[in-house]
């Protein structure tokens, strides 16, 4: 097990590097493994694929095996070809980027995102980004469909009995508008505004999420963004035979 650990630990380090990859010296630093065991470990990430060295600068960066993975999890999101139209037409008449998000434990994975074409100043969450179901209009948009007891087991280790009393009050706020706003939660100077997509059981499949600059927003253009996201959310639950 605590080889497995070790392992995983690795790879996140490596997944999060952002540039050209990074060396053995500053895996060491990072993992405070003996310089032994962390080449074994990385001769067998290396061997199947899962981590690769480059020749010349002996970084090493994750493999494109993650790649072949998550497109065959992408594959079992079957509902994303027939949404994407929805996020395109969304991402065109409000000029901003668009996301979907998918809960996933205690947390939700930023699954697909659309870029406004004539926009060039764009707010950017990565796809495959994990963000605590805390944080962020999408993911609490999202936890206002869920049960008590259901939010309570994705919040409890994050945030202390007093915060979840006030995340509870404005869960029933949101649950009542239909739609949350959140300002600068994941980025200074940014917005966000989202609306869930609930299954036939009111289970939560997802939620979409327009990303703004946050200097942007007036009372105009939320109620503008509002409506056409609700619409948007309305119109992916009837294709999806929802209603």
């Not at 406004?116 to 990565?126: E, F």
């Not at 993911?139 to 409890?156: E, F, P």
């Not at 600068?184 to 059981?201: F, V, Y």
Request: contains cysteine.
């Amino acid at each position: 097990m605590q080889t497995i650990d070790r392992i995983m630990q690795v790879i996140e380090i490596v997944s999060n590097v952002k540039e050209d990859g990074i060396t053995i010296t500053e895996l060491t630093q990072q993992t405070k493994l003996p310089l032994a065991t962390l080449h074994r470990m990385l001769s067998s990430l290396i061997e199947h694929r899962l981590i690769v060295q480059d020749n010349e600068t002996k970084k090493y960066q994750l493999g494109n095996v993650w790649l072949e993975f998550g497109l065959q999890l992408y594959d079992r999101f079957d509902y994303v070809a027939t949404i994407r139209p929805e996020l395109d037409r969304l991402a065109n008449i409000v000029n901003e980027s668009v996301y979907l998000s998918k809960p996933i434990g205690t947390e939700a994975m930023v699954i697909e995102r659309i870029d406004a074409p004539n926009n060039r100043i764009r707010i950017v969450d990565q796809l495959g980004m994990r963000i605590p179901m805390h944080i962020g209009a999408a993911n609490k948009s999202m936890l206002a469909c869920m049960s008590k007891a259901q939010i309570h087991d994705c919040v409890k280790k994050a945030l202390t009995p007093k915060e979840m009393e006030g995340l509870f009050e404005k869960l029933l706020v949101i649950q009542a508008n239909g739609y949350a706003i959140s300002y600068e939660e994941k980025t200074e100077g940014t917005a966000s505004i989202a609306a869930p997509i609930l299954q036939r059981n009111s289970e939560v499949l997802g939620a979409v999420s327009i990303g703004v600059l946050q200097f942007t927003l007036n009372e105009e253009r939320i109620e503008f963004l509002k409506q056409e996201l609700l619409q948007t959310t309305a119109r992916i639950s009837q294709q999806l035979g929802f209603l």
